[in-house]
C-alpha cells in the first residue's frame, strides 16, 4: 500500500498541516496538502503546500526566499493531520509569516482583545514585490 494512501484526505483531497519549528519547537504555521504536494514534500525536503485562493501547489519561499527544510514528516493517530518539523531559512531570526514574523501565530487574546505580541522581523512591502 502506498503510504499517501494511509492519509485521511478531506471532501477537498485536502490535509491539514502544522510546520513546526525543528530547533524550537515554535508552531511557525498551519495549512493545506494536497496528495501532490505532500508526495512532492517528501521527495524535495522542502514543504510544498496547496494554496486553496491560488488553487494550486505553493512551494513555500517561492515569492518570499522564505524556505522550509522538511527533516520529519509526521501524522497524527487518526491520520488525518500532518505534522512537518522544519527548518525556516531564507532570513536569521526565519520568518515564516506573511506579515514578516517568525510564526502565524503572533497574537494572544488579552481581557478580550487580540494583542500582537511578536515583532515583525522583516517589512512585507519588502519581501513581495
Keep these: 500500500m502506498n503510504w499517501l494512501d494511509e492519509v485521511k484526505w478531506d471532501a477537498q483531497g485536502l490535509v491539514p498541516v502544522i510546520a ?32 486553496r485562493s491560488r488553487q494550486r501547489l505553493w512551494f513555500k519561499g517561492e515569492e518570499s526566499g522564505h524556505v522550509q527544510q522538511v527533516h ?10 500532518v505534522l512537518l518539523k522544519v527548518t525556516q531559512l531564507g532570513h ?22 487580540w494583542t500582537a505580541v511578536d515583532p515583525v522581523l522583516k517589512d512585507p512591502e519588502s519581501i513581495y514585490k
Design 92 to 113: 536569521d531570526p526565519g520568518i515564516a509569516c506573511h506579515t514578516g514574523r517568525h510564526s502565524c501565530f503572533f497574537s494572544v487574546l488579552k481581557d478580550g482583545v
Design 20 to 51: 513546526q519549528e525543528a530547533g524550537s519547537g515554535d508552531v511557525l504555521m498551519f495549512a493545506w496538502m494536497s496528495r501532490e504536494a505532500l508526495a512532492k514534500t517528501a521527495e524535495l525536503g522542502r514543504a510544498v503546500y496547496f494554496s
Design 72 to 81: 520529519e514528516i509526521r501524522i497524527d493517530c487518526d491520520q488525518d493531520v
